[in-house]
C-alpha cells in the first residue's frame, strides 16, 4: 500500500506565494509521473502541473510562468512552488503519482487526500 501526504496549503493575499508538498510511502519501488490537480467548488478536477521521472514538466496555460513544480525523488516527493497567486486559483490541491509497487512490480495512480488553497484578500 502507498500512502501521499500534501502539505503546505492555507489562505494567501492575492499576489502571495505558497509552496505545496507531497510525500510518497510505503511499498515503492519506483515512482514514474507526479503531479498536482485541483478542483474548485462546482467545478472538474484540473491538470495544475506533472514532472516525469527525468524532470521533464507538463503545465496548463493558466499557471505557466507563476507555478513550478519540482521533485526529489530520493525522497519520493513532489513541491510545488506557487508564485503571483490569484482568486480564481483557489481550490483543493490533489497530488497524483504513478507508483509501481515494490512487490508487486505493477503500475498503480495514487491520491492524496488533498489540501486547500485560499485566495483572498
Known amino acids: 500500500q502507498v500512502q501521499l501526504v500534501e502539505s503546505g496549503g492555507g489562505l494567501v493575499q492575492p499576489g502571495g506565494s505558497l509552496r505545496l508538498s507531497c510525500v510518497a510511502s510505503?511499498?515503492?519501488?519506483?515512482?514514474?509521473?507526479m503531479g498536482w490537480y485541483r478542483q474548485a467548488p462546482g467545478k472538474q478536477r484540473e491538470l495544475v502541473a506533472r514532472?516525469?521521472?527525468?524532470?521533464?514538466?507538463n503545465d496548463p496555460d493558466s499557471v505557466k510562468g507563476r507555478f513550478t513544480i519540482s521533485r526529489d525523488n530520493a525522497k519520493n516527493t513532489v513541491y510545488l512552488q506557487m508564485n503571483n497567486l490569484k482568486p480564481e486559483d483557489t481550490a483543493v490541491y490533489y497530488c497524483?503519482?504513478?507508483?509501481?509497487?515494490?512487490?508487486?512490480?505493477?503500475?498503480?495512480?495514487?491520491w492524496g487526500q488533498g489540501t486547500q488553497v485560499t485566495v483572498s484578500s
Open positions: 514532472i516525469s521521472s527525468d524532470a521533464t514538466t
Open positions: 497524483n503519482a504513478q507508483v509501481i509497487g515494490r512487490i508487486s512490480r505493477v503500475r498503480y495512480n495514487y
Open positions: 510505503g511499498s515503492i519501488f519506483s515512482i514514474d509521473t
